[in-house]
């Protein structure tokens, strides 16, 4: 039995690490910045960036009382998004948090500087240690340890505002809104970092005691309490203190406290800075180590970040590694860029955060019960989302390309080791699935409700054997039966170029006579209005779809060929006549065609075309057949995707007048296997499934299962304004 996390974290230790994980760089170094982007409307851009954190606030609530696991955004959006996007969450949230955890340490340094000579990276190296070795010793220790460093914080804090309220001057605050909309959205993207923590304590979930209720109540609580914290504490700042002389100091909060307290009053805020950075690196080594912990146990890490140590209960080797990283980062790197880069990436994640609700609630997940609810729901999640967004836009181009960096080395890693070792899909998948499965329905709904009466166009040439005829008439007349439909049988006849047209069309051949004598005979044994002619032209395919485009006939028949060596380079007539014809194309391919007892349909990894459906369902009716409906799909296939399949083939069935049977196929092969399946089929109807491009370099497997079955086929090409374009057949293959 696998060791679990100690639950030994109470209300005011969640609030405690929630608080101690905002309160540092975002308000002891940050204000300066904004103030120099906002002037004193960032005092607004503190407060809008509190209302924009609350989505994503809420929805952590509501997945953390649903799922009390460590790991907290990585969990919830791996369930919730898919194991890809867990790993994007998960390994960005990681390291994001290892920069902000870093850059709290280089940013206290400054503050102590203010009283004694130090060096500023041994010390930021040094507390950096001894962070570690306390995160090692157990999460109580270090819930112990943040009640501890926030109490006092806050004191210095309480006292910085209320000492400074009264000293503000009304002066500073002119020119409130100077920089416009766009400043106040710029620095509030800027300090939308301050509030980064607030969800950090869900990463810890699976130790907090009570989680029902701890959790929910932390963090919204530790997000009210910080806003208005944040607020009151940047009004004292801008009232009591000149905009220049904040915005070019590394240490505004002393310039604001020597302009409104006294000495001692000084010192408490060093204090305070310097307690309140600690405690957002130490609160960021305790949450960020929890992130590769739970990667691990979900096969996206390596396993040994799984030990539990057995005296102290803390996955000690996911601490040393979070260690590691910071440690590096604070010797060797320019930190304060790097973190904002980080806090760009944290938007995005709080945006996947929100989606991921949507993705739990919408996909149905059975195991998905939170005893929190977050309000409003989907529009605070939408909300949250687009607001993100909105911010990302005004904080630059380096951190956007910062986040795609880490974007992209996530899904490196992910392909690289992990994608072969998971086989979960995450509840947002089966909502996509869910949604494509419906419109194709819809799509095969038009399809029949659109029918009018099928006319069908059949082309020959002078070569066809009146067998051939027989069956392509055969199956054009039960087609064009289905609401009294007609056929169109044209014989094109391709002469040299150097040959006039107009003297081969005066002078009838062997071929004609015998093309008008058997046709004729042949109307006579299918119940359906039949035309016959001829047709001369020196480019039968071009000819063909000519006539077609001036008949508009639903459908063009034709027989299959087989492809001549050149085919992959050059293209075929077939092909050409496909691509370009202003109908659905039917090829087919006789194999002496008797009575039809059953119809079969093949899929290509995707819903299925409504032009297939169609086209069984119009046979059938006339023949008296049953369905077949087949859909391959590959043996590790989840019983989320298999239970959406069923539905979607179930709802298919529902359209058709006549017996349906449905089979999912499991193959890893489905030119093989499929073939097997398909064997009692007297008729097979299936698409053409790829590009020319796709088609030359690796063969199509419609064709290979055409050329392998012994029954009749029949290859459904849709008319190019009906076809699917490429990236939203992609998109349903991946999905289905």
Known sequence: MPKELERDLGLFA?????????????????????LETAGPAVILAYLLAGVLVLPAALSKSEMATAMPEAGGTY??????????????AGVGTWFSLSF??????????????????????????????????????????????QVGIVAVMLAALLWFVIGGLPDTTPAYYGGFFDEGSGGLLAATGLVFVSYAGVTKIASVAEEVENPDRNIPLGILGSLTFTTLLYVLIVVVMVGVTTPDLLSDSDVPMIHAAEASLASVGVYAIIAAAVLALVSTANAGILSSSRYPFAMARDDLAPPSLTEIHEKYGTPVRAITLTGAVMLILIAFVPIAEIAKLASAFQIVVFALVNGAVIAFREGAVGDYDPSFESPLYPWTQIAGILGGFLLIGFMGTIPLLGALVITVGSILWYAVYAREKVDREGAATDVVRRSVGRKAVER??????????YEVLVAITEHTSEERERSLLRIAADVARKNDGSVTVVQFDEVPDQATLEHASETQSPADVKFERQTEELTAEFDVPIRYGEIVSHDAERAIVNFADHEDPDFLLLARRDDPLY?????????WITRNAPCDVLLVEDRDLDRIHTITVVTDNGPFDPERIAVASALAT?????IDLLYPIEGTATDA?????????????????????????????????????????????????????????????????????????????????????ILRRLFERFVF
Do not use: W
């Open 75 to 88: 969990i919830y959006i791996e369930r919730g998004m898919g194991p890809l996007l867990g790993t994007i």
């Open 567 to 575: 085919a992959s380079v050059f293209g075929t007539g077939i092909e």
């Open 641 to 725: 995707q298999r239970e959406t399949i069923t539905e979607y083939l179930a709802e298919l069935e529902e359209l058709c007048s006549v017996p349906v049977h449905r089979e999912i196929v499991d193959s890893d092969d489905p030119a093989r296997d499929i073939v097997s399946a398909i064997d009692p089929a007297d008729l097979l109807v299936i698409g053409t499934d790829g590009g020319r491009i796709t088609g030359s370099l690796f063969g199509r497997p419609a064709d290979r299962i055409v050329d392998a079955v012994d029954c009749t086929a029949i290859q459904v090409h849709p008319q190019g304004a009906k076809r699917s374009t």
């Open 622 to 626: 006339e023949t008296g057949s049953r």
């Open 14 to 34: 969640v609030i405690a690490i929630s608080i101690g994980a905002m309160v540092g760089s975002g308000i002891f170094i940050l204000p300066g910045l904004a």
């Open 100 to 145: 902000k955890g870093a850059l709290a340490l280089v940013g206290g340094v400054p503050y102590m500087l203010y009283l004694f000579d130090l060096p500023q990276k041994p010390v930021a190296l040094g507390l950096a240690a001894v962070l570690i070795v306390v995160n090692m010793l157990g999460a109580k220790q270090t819930g112990r340890l």
């Open 444 to 453: 095969t709904k038009s399809a029949f409700d659109d029918v009018t009466g």
